[in-house]
């Protein structure tokens, strides 16, 4: 000691080396403390995400988490972190700090490196959690030294009302929809294929096996009939799925065929191609261009394009058919498929009208005993 009590340059020297070693010593007793866990909340605000289809423009997301982590080997610890002076809070925070760097990253490549939709990246949670901590523990472990207990995301939030996430949506839904439908033609393309060659097998096997004109006829008509209804079946299931894609509402997609099976049961095979040519082709469209619209009916009726003296278009279960002759309207009263109550319609009638209020179709029903009041109009079955 020097003279009169003082301390020398190298004592005060020494005694500040010393508080310096029992700083460190104090701090790294404090981390020592963590060997029992320590967890630290994580909270990262808002930061733009793009999906690989619509990089122009980012959606805001944000994620919360927590780590629990502990110092198991301390001699690591001191090794790995000699140069740094840590307190338990500056400690706290650098990990923080680099948690919330690995974690956005993970985040931000999700859409591209997971195939992790955007639209869907908040009902992900588990998946992008396991990405996490796949990716984001053994950085960590190795660069501070610690042992990683848990690595958990909580919650992962959207902002909806960004100009990014409306463009996504939009486009997303246009995909899909695009999606769909093209897997329903290649449905459709292979269905018809597959028709095609079981028509062909069934014609051969009709030919070498059926005896007689009028059985293979027979055959090849209901062979028809069957190939109408599969078809009508397709284009209602097709027309079903693009009216829900679309968002649109619903749009008329069940086609009426049921006119045809009811005509060949009661053997009029004749009239069921008539009814077939009017129901389940393209004929029927352009016969009915130009009708006004039938009261409860979807779909804009059409006119035929060519007139005969006395036709009427038949209202069917919401659906037009026809036109109809005087001979067949007579066959289909008496089959009760017309009544006075069913909706009819003429080239120069301005509205569909019920063929009891017609005076023209008044003999058809000379016979026949009015509808009860209060009783809906029949309609032929589909």
Do not use: C
Not at 47 to 59: C, H, M, N, Q, S
Not at 172 to 190: D, F, P, Q, Y
Not at 362 to 374: D, E, I, R, S, V
């Amino acid at each position: 000691m020097g003279f009169f009590g003082f301390k020398n340059r190298r004592e005060v020297e020494e005694e500040k080396q010393q508080a310096v070693e029992q700083t460190i010593r104090n701090n790294y007793m404090s981390l020592s403390n963590i060997s029992k866990g320590s967890q630290i909340n994580i909270a990262i605000p808002y930061f733009d995400v793009f999906d690989p289809r619509l990089a122009d423009y980012g959606v805001p997301v944000s994620v919360h988490g927590t780590i629990v982590y502990s110092i198991d080997d301390m001699d690591l610890f001191n090794q790995v972190n000699k140069t740094e002076q840590f307190t338990d809070e500056t400690f706290k925070n650098k990990l923080r700090s680099t948690v919330t760097k690995y974690v956005k990253g993970v985040v931000t490549n999700a859409p591209t490196d997971a195939q992790i939709p955007l639209v869907q990246i908040e009902r992900k949670i588990l998946e992008i959690s396991e990405l996490v901590q796949n990716y984001v523990t053994p950085k960590v472990e190795k660069l501070f030294g610690i042992t990683v207990r848990n690595l958990d995301i909580t919650s992962i939030n959207v902002d909806k009302d960004s100009r990014g996430y409306r463009e996504l949506k939009a486009l997303t839904a246009e995909l899909e929809k695009e999606n769909v439908l093209a897997k329903h033609k290649a449905t459709l393309s292979n269905f018809n294929l597959q028709n095609d060659l079981n028509q062909d097998a069934l014609r051969r096997q009709q030919e070498m096996n059926l005896s007689g004109q009028e059985q293979l006829q027979q055959m090849q008509l209901d062979n028809q009939r069957e190939t109408m209804r599969i078809q009508r079946e397709e284009m209602q299931r097709a027309s079903r799925l693009q009216t829900e894609q679309t968002f649109l509402g619903a749009h008329q997609a069940n086609l009426n065929a049921g006119m045809v099976n009811n005509a060949t049961d009661n053997g009029l095979d004749a009239f069921s191609n008539k009814i077939g040519s009017h129901v389940g082709s393209p004929l029927n469209q352009n016969s009915l261009a130009g009708a006004p619209q039938m009261p409860g009916m979807n779909g804009m009726p059409q006119m035929p394009q060519q007139q005969p003296a006395v036709q009427y278009m038949v209202g069917v279960n919401g659906q037009q058919a026809g036109p109809f002759n005087w001979q067949q309207l007579q066959q289909l009263v008496q089959q009760g498929q017309l009544t006075q109550q069913t909706y009819v319609w003429k080239q120069g009638m301005a509205q569909w009208a019920s063929a009891g209020q017609v005076a023209e179709l008044a003999p058809l029903f000379q016979n026949q005993a009015p509808g009860m009041p209060g009783v809906p109009p029949v309609m032929p079955s589909m």
